[in-house]
């Protein structure tokens, strides 16, 4: 994919799966000069109690190209949502951002010279680390995708918001 704008920041948003496993993911993408590396490295350099955001990896000692930052949107509250964290969300993670570079959707540039901050709820509740890692995945490649593309598309945008709902809330008619 050609970036025919020199646009610096790219931002897009992915949700995936129904109930307590779902992911939703926040991306950052752009240039490490720019203000996605400057979030990268704020992020990176202050972690808050319960949110320690670390370098996604594809296996220890391989992170994922580009760089990409995990921050949590939910504290750790036990040891198996601390695994379905750290283990399948960023591993559904990892292997989107790399597909992403490989299928050509982020620019041969991005490989050395940009970062991905990803921003990602797992919910303490969760139960299925599979589901965990399949939602994350497909989320991930929905917001890097996104981001890219400038998606969702305004005529998109105005009929969800015409009758607008998410899984949390749906308006009384």
Not at 50 to 79: C, E, M, S
Not at 155 to 168: G, I, M, R
Request: charged share 15%; aromatic share 8%; glycine share 8%.
């Amino acid at each position: 994919m050609s970036t025919s704008e020199n646009k610096t920041l790219y931002i897009g948003e992915g949700f995936e799966g129904p109930g307590v496993n779902l992911a939703h993911i926040n991306v950052l993408v752009g240039p490490r000069s720019g203000p996605a590396g400057q979030a990268f490295a704020t992020a990176l350099a202050t972690p808050s109690a319960g949110h320690a955001p670390f370098v996604i990896i594809a296996r220890p000692g391989v992170p994922t190209k580009p760089l990409t930052l995990y921050v949590n949107k939910a504290q750790i509250v036990n040891d198996f949502h601390g695994n379905a964290t750290w283990g399948a969300s960023q591993a559904g993670i990892a292997k989107a951002v790399a597909e992403s570079l490989q299928e050509g959707v982020l620019p041969p540039e991005a490989e050395n010279d940009w970062v991905v901050v990803s921003a990602n709820w797992v919910n303490p509740a969760c139960d299925d680390l599979d589901a965990v890692y399949e939602n994350n995945y497909r989320a991930a490649k929905n917001a890097i995708r996104a981001a890219m593309l400038g998606l969702p598309q305004r005529d998109e945008v105005f009929a969800a918001a015409a009758q607008v709902s998410n899984p949390f809330y749906t308006p009384k008619a």
